[in-house]
């Protein structure tokens, strides 16, 4: 089965309304990443946080191994904020590989 | 900082040809990963580096692709007899080592005719 889960698949807001976009998994892991990206762009690197949380302007990343979940909240949305989030984990056992949810598809309405 | 390169950014084949990609890394990362997206599977991990040593290919074709790092500087992912399926963006990321973050190139979006 899919290892790592994202939720929801797609959300529609409306600018200025906040996101809370979630990743579970169901393995141990050695590290999560949040990536952003565009349709046909390239995957830009949002959070490397294996653990805790973590933040950078308007993004915050929440990561509890205990629970196996992480979390992305975006607060005051934009229409430049639409685009697909992934959450992607690196397994424990030092295998250096990345496994990737489907992504959480964001648009935002002006 | 120029990122992580990779050339061509798009490719068109016919069936049964040869397709070869470059990936450059950041100068300084000994990790160099490949990934392939579909619309259908998402991103799949392909194959991985550290230090120009092959560590993991277990998301390789076991027919038709293979990838060498022959230096620090680039990578090569090359895919014999390229078939529709093939079609797809391949990624190439790097990092600093063991548990780093991983940063990525733009991507190589193949087309099999």
């Known amino acids: 089965g899919q290892q790592v889960q994202q939720s929801p698949a797609s959300l529609v807001l409306q600018e200025g309304e906040n996101a809370e976009l979630q990743c579970n998994f169901s393995t141990s892991l050695n590290s999560m990443q949040w990536f952003y990206q565009r349709p046909g762009g390239s995957l830009v690197s949002l959070f490397y946080n294996p653990s805790g949380t973590k933040h950078s302007g308007r993004l915050t990343s929440t990561t509890v191994i205990k629970e196996r979940r992480s979390s992305l909240h975006i607060s005051s949305s934009q229409t430049t904020d639409s685009g697909t989030y992934l959450c992607?984990?690196?397994?424990?056992?030092?295998?250096?590989?990345?496994?990737f949810g489907l992504g959480t598809t964001l648009q935002v309405q002006p | 900082n120029a990122g992580v390169i990779q050339t061509p950014r798009h490719k068109v084949t016919g069936k049964g040809q040869e397709a070869t990609l470059w990936c450059e890394p950041i100068?300084?990362?000994?990790?160099v990963f490949w990934y392939r997206q579909t619309i259908v599977q998402g991103l799949e991990f392909l194959t991985y580096?550290?230090?120009?040593?092959?560590?993991?290919d277990s998301g390789m074709p076991k027919e038709r692709f293979s990838a060498q790092m022959p230096n620090q500087s680039h990578s090569t992912l090359k895919i014999q007899s390229t078939q529709p399926q093939d079609s797809a963006v391949y990624l190439c990321?790097?990092?600093?080592?063991?548990?780093?973050?991983?940063?990525f190139g733009p991507g190589t979006r193949l087309t099999v005719l």
């Open positions: 990321a790097s990092s600093s080592g063991g548990y780093a973050e991983q940063f």
């Open positions: 100068s300084g990362h000994s990790a």
């Open positions: 992607a984990l690196e397994p424990t056992g030092n295998t250096g590989k990345l496994i």
């Open positions: 580096f550290r230090n120009q040593a092959p560590i993991d």
